[in-house]
């Protein structure tokens, strides 16, 4: 039974579909995963009843070939691949197309919409923080998982490291998440929910469009490492070291 007394981390580990309709609902399910879902619900100025009547629906049974699969029922190994695969190497590609779309966009724009500028400016950061926070995941903290998950499958020890528990880089990770998440809201905000003027050229759209698709997969992204990813491997180390 879901319930709105669940954290929103809860409801969508319970029904991965759920990740979808807070999308839609602005419901932060990565971030804020660990805010009661009611509380979450008045934030995002929808009603807790409302909203679960829709959970309901989306819990119920499917054959769509494009259902969410269940991420936390994935081995960590998988789960991480599918992290690099889908949501970094997406991030990096888009990073680099955005940030050319985006002086493309200002140079043609900037002087009427003077908010251009300074989401260029923002976005710049985002990237700038993003990349090395994708770096320390894929040459530091997954290898330690991995190595984790080869110790457990074969009942061995815990393997060491030079940051000590896995809970140090985690903790670390999780506020540099924060921070983006930060700059998603402000994103956002400066674009109306990416909603584009009546002047906007197709580029201008295409950028917009672009965003807000590289948002929802950020969210996602941020979801499966932060509610999935990160609680399993400081589950699993301290299983290995009892």
């Given at each position: 039974?879901?319930?709105?007394?669940?954290?929103?981390?809860?409801?969508?580990l319970q029904v991965p579909e759920a990740t979808r309709l807070f999308e839609?609902?602005?419901?932060?399910?990565?971030?804020g995963g660990n805010r009661v879902l009611a509380d979450a619900c008045v934030?995002?100025?929808?009603?807790?009843?409302?909203?679960?009547?829709?959970?309901?629906?989306?819990?119920?049974?499917?054959?769509?070939?494009?259902?969410?699969?269940?991420?936390?029922?994935?081995?960590?190994?998988?789960?991480?691949?599918?992290?690099?695969?889908?949501?970094?190497?997406?991030?990096?590609?888009?990073?680099?197309?955005?940030?050319?779309?985006?002086?493309?966009?200002?140079?043609?724009?900037?002087?009427?919409?003077?908010?251009?500028?300074?989401?260029?400016?923002?976005?710049?950061?985002?990237?700038?923080?993003?990349?090395?926070?994708?770096?320390?995941?894929?040459?530091?903290?997954?290898?330690?998982?991995?190595?984790?998950?080869?110790?457990a499958a074969t009942n061995g020890n815990v393997p060491f490291s030079p940051?000590?528990?896995?809970?140090?880089?985690?903790?670390?990770?999780?506020?540099?998440?924060?921070?983006?998440?930060?700059?998603?809201?402000?994103?956002?905000?400066?674009?109306?929910?990416?909603?584009?003027?009546?002047?906007?050229?197709?580029?201008?759209?295409?950028?917009?469009?672009?965003?807000?698709?590289?948002?929802?997969?950020?969210?996602?992204?941020?979801?499966?490492?932060?509610?999935?990813?990160?609680?399993?491997?400081?589950?699993?180390?301290?299983?290995?070291?009892?």
């Amino acid at each position: 039974m879901i319930s709105s007394g669940m954290t929103v981390r809860e409801v969508a580990l319970q029904v991965p579909e759920a990740t979808r309709l807070f999308e839609k609902l602005n419901i932060d399910y990565c971030c804020g995963g660990n805010r009661v879902l009611a509380d979450a619900c008045v934030s995002a100025g929808v009603e807790p009843a409302e909203v679960l009547r829709m959970l309901d629906d989306v819990a119920q049974p499917t054959t769509d070939k494009n259902a969410a699969p269940n991420f936390q029922d994935l081995p960590l190994p998988e789960l991480i691949t599918h992290i690099l695969d889908k949501h970094h190497i997406y991030t990096k590609e888009e990073m680099t197309r955005l940030e050319q779309l985006f002086r493309k966009v200002i140079a043609a724009h900037g002087a009427n919409h003077p908010e251009l500028n300074m989401m260029g400016a923002l976005f710049g950061r985002l990237c700038e923080d993003l990349t090395p926070h994708m770096f320390k995941e894929e040459r530091v903290l997954f290898p330690y998982i991995m190595t984790l998950a080869r110790a457990a499958a074969t009942n061995g020890n815990v393997p060491f490291s030079p940051f000590g528990t896995v809970m140090n880089p985690v903790r670390m990770m999780m506020t540099e998440h924060d921070t983006a998440g930060d700059m998603l809201r402000e994103l956002r905000r400066m674009s109306s929910s990416y909603t584009p003027p009546a002047d906007a050229c197709i580029s201008y759209r295409t950028l917009y469009q672009a965003l807000e698709a590289f948002e929802k997969d950020l969210h996602q992204h941020i979801h499966l490492e932060n509610n999935i990813l990160f609680p399993r491997s400081i589950e699993m180390e301290a299983t290995l070291s009892s």
